[in-house]
């Protein structure tokens, strides 16, 4: 169980309750999403940039 930040607090002092073996764990599946979306936008770039025939 974990405290809540106190009222007031900025993001920085909020980051503390953030475990590093969590962010670890989250970081592959991050990446995972950037590769995907970085994929998908240039399908979608290069479709735009096709003229239509």
Same mark, same amino acid.
């Given at each position: 169980?974990s405290?809540?930040?106190?009222?007031g607090s900025? #993001?920085a002092a909020?980051?503390?309750?953030?475990?590093f073996?969590?962010?670890?764990?989250?970081?592959?599946f991050?990446?995972a999403a950037?590769?995907?979306?970085?994929?998908?936008? #240039?399908?979608?770039?290069?479709?735009?940039?096709?003229?239509?025939a």
């Amino acid at each position: 169980m974990s405290a809540a930040p106190p009222r007031g607090s900025s #993001c920085a002092a909020s980051a503390v309750l953030v475990r590093f073996s969590h962010t670890i764990f989250g970081l592959p599946f991050a990446l995972a999403a950037v590769a995907l979306a970085h994929r998908h936008a #240039c399908r979608t770039a290069a479709r735009a940039s096709t003229p239509a025939a």
